[in-house]
């Protein structure tokens, strides 16, 4: 799956911009990622979204552990990619029917979180529990939504392109040949809303999140962690 957003929707991160202008490598366009995505899948879709966003997806080499899927609601888009362990009492908790799926499960628990401010936004994503990563892109406010399991199965990474849209994607080759080294892999257990303004830990949302740079034969240009307490005492 991959989505690329551009910078009237989501501001580049810092640390991944710092990354990519610290060795020069070889960038393209947002348009031209989305381009060798769906040359290199024959079986790929692509959303235009208005004139800031496009989503992409594929069938193709997909698990039936972590199968992917796209749905659209009330200009709610949504890729999902993964399972959810308890999506039976989410189904319940959220008025749904038995025949709703991860992806809407999701929707509707972005919905919620929208909706019913003030509703903390690591409340969306702590009560997920499987293998998962998902893109949400609420085009009636401009907001993005990314968040990945606590335990990463799911890969998800994200970059800057040529162009400085950002780009989110669960393939690290197809990213480095158009973002370059500001690229780096989402952290686990995390999420990233345009609406809080940065990347945060769902599980311990106060716990700061920092990105190390990475050596310079690495393929990435940082690497994003989160503290924990002790971590937070020691540079007090």
């Given at each position: 799956?991959?989505?690329?957003?551009?910078?009237?929707?989501?501001?580049?991160?810092?640390?991944?911009?710092?990354?990519?202008?610290?060795?020069?490598?070889?960038?393209?366009?947002?348009?031209?990622?989305?381009?060798?995505?769906?040359?290199?899948?024959?079986?790929?879709?692509?959303?235009?979204?208005?004139?800031?966003?496009?989503?992409?997806?594929?069938?193709?080499?997909?698990?039936?552990?972590?199968?992917?899927?796209?749905?659209?609601?009330?200009?709610?888009?949504?890729?999902f990619e993964g399972v959810l362990d308890n999506l039976g009492s989410l189904r319940q908790q959220y008025g749904l029917a038995k025949s709703?799926?991860?992806?809407?499960?999701?929707?509707?628990?972005?919905?919620?979180?929208?909706?019913?401010?003030?509703?903390?936004?690591?409340?969306?994503?702590?009560?997920?529990?499987?293998?998962?990563?998902?893109?949400?892109?609420?085009?009636?406010?401009?907001?993005?939504?990314?968040?990945?399991?606590?335990?990463?199965?799911?890969?998800?990474?994200?970059?800057?392109?040529?162009?400085?849209?950002?780009?989110?994607?669960?393939?690290?080759?197809?990213?480095?040949?158009?973002?370059?080294?500001?690229?780096?892999?989402?952290?686990?257990?995390?999420?990233?809303?345009?609406?809080?303004?940065?990347?945060?830990?769902?599980?311990?949302?106060?716990?700061?999140?920092?990105?190390?740079?990475?050596?310079?034969?690495?393929?990435?240009?940082?690497?994003?962690?989160?503290?924990?307490?002790?971590?937070?005492?020691?540079?007090?």
């Open positions: 799956m991959l989505g690329v957003f551009s910078s009237s929707i989501v501001s580049p991160p810092d640390e991944l911009v710092a990354a990519g202008c610290r060795t020069p490598s070889p960038k393209t366009t947002s348009a031209e990622l989305v381009r060798r995505f769906l040359q290199s899948n024959a079986s790929g879709v692509s959303v235009q979204i208005g004139d800031d966003a496009q989503l992409a997806y594929t069938h193709q080499n997909e698990s039936l552990l972590q199968p992917r899927s796209f749905a659209v609601k009330d200009e709610i888009f949504c890729l709703a799926n991860e992806v809407v499960l999701v929707i509707e628990a972005y919905k919620a979180l929208r909706d019913r401010a003030p509703y903390p936004a690591n409340h969306m994503v702590g009560h997920l529990s499987g293998n998962f990563a998902f893109i949400v892109f609420d085009k009636s406010t401009s907001s993005l939504f990314v968040a990945s399991d606590q335990y990463g199965k799911v890969p998800l990474y994200w970059g800057i392109t040529a162009d400085g849209y950002v780009a989110f994607a669960n393939d690290a080759e197809l990213l480095k040949g158009s973002c370059g080294k500001s690229l780096a892999s989402f952290p686990q257990g995390c999420f990233f809303s345009t609406a809080v303004g940065e990347i945060r830990c769902y599980e311990n949302p106060k716990n700061k999140i920092t990105a190390v740079p990475a050596n310079e034969e690495e393929i990435w240009g940082a690497t994003f962690k989160v503290e924990g307490p002790a971590v937070l005492a020691a540079t007090e």
